[in-house]
């Protein structure tokens, strides 16, 4: 079997495991009761002052910010610069890229850096700090090595070794319409794919869930207005009955 062959099934098994695992997560959180009137206050007194909360939990990581600066500086610089990484490499899946992810490129590219930077910030927190080390399992020293390792994969595509780009996002395209087209044999490139793959694979059971976990949390998505109505789980309505 080819090397595009392999890298094709393993995306397309990759993905399979990604969509339906992330999709069986969400809905099992969405069902889970929370039996208990839990917001962490002060906290907002209206569904559109809730709203307003969890965006700027998303966006600015508020919380975190209140806690530790140092774990807010280098988790917020890891996950924007994510972010800019990810919009960067919607064009390996348009034939007609965007504009917008046009205008990213350039920062995209940058983002790269702080991305590892944040990483190894984040990865210095769990080694060098005490308590933090003391909760610290194998698994989240084997994501951040994961995360660290597609990153220097892709950097070095880009600065040290380059590959054929076009080619890739052939092989991607194709991917999108089931014809399996060649994808270029450098090593960095193959080392950064199967990453991605790993990372998507494990996505599902891991605590990358805190992803979509956050909009569930009940600390941060309740209402304080426990006095003007009573709180009620689902389950427990049906025990009035
Ligand atoms: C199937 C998905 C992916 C494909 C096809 C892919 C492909 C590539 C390619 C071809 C490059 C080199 C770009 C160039 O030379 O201009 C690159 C760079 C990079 N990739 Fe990926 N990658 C994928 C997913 C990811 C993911 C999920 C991450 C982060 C978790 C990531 C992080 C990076 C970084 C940081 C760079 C260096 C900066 C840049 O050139 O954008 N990649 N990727």
Redesign the pocket.
């Known amino acids: 079997m080819s090397v595009s062959v392999l890298f094709a099934l393993l995306?397309y098994v990759a993905t399979l495991l990604f969509v339906a695992g992330l999709a069986r997560k969400i809905v099992q959180y969405a069902k889970t009761p929370a039996p208990l009137k839990i917001p962490t206050t002060p906290a907002p007194t209206t569904r559109s002052g809730v709203v307003l909360r969890m965006a700027r939990e998303v966006v600015l990581f508020e919380s975190l910010f209140k806690g530790t600066k140092w774990t807010w500086l280098f988790g917020w610089v890891f996950h924007v610069?994510?972010a800019l990484?990810?919009l960067?490499?919607v064009r390996?899946f348009q034939s007609d890229v965007w504009t917008v992810i046009e205008l990213v490129q350039p920062f995209?590219?940058y983002?790269?850096f702080g991305?590892?930077i944040g990483l190894l910030g984040l990865w210095g927190r769990r080694i060098f700090v005490e308590r933090i080390r003391y909760i610290t399992g194998p698994s989240d020293h084997l994501i951040l090595a994961l995360?660290v390792g597609?990153?220097i994969?892709?950097?070095s595509?880009?600065f040290v070794h380059?590959?054929d780009?076009v080619a890739?996002k052939s092989?991607?395209l194709g991917l999108l319409r089931f014809d399996i087209q060649p994808l270029p044999g450098e090593p960095n490139?193959l080392i950064?794919?199967f990453l991605?793959?790993v990372?998507m694979i494990i996505f599902p059971i891991s605590q990358l869930l805190h992803a979509p976990g956050v909009f569930f949390s009940p600390t941060r998505n309740q209402v304080e207005n426990p006095r003007e109505r009573r709180h009620v789980a689902p389950w427990a309505a049906e025990l009035d009955k």
């Open positions: 995306f610069s994510l990484v990810l960067r490499h390996y995209g590219l983002a790269g991305m590892a995360l597609i990153g994969t892709g950097l595509m880009k380059h590959t780009i890739v092989f991607f490139l950064h794919l991605v793959a990372l």
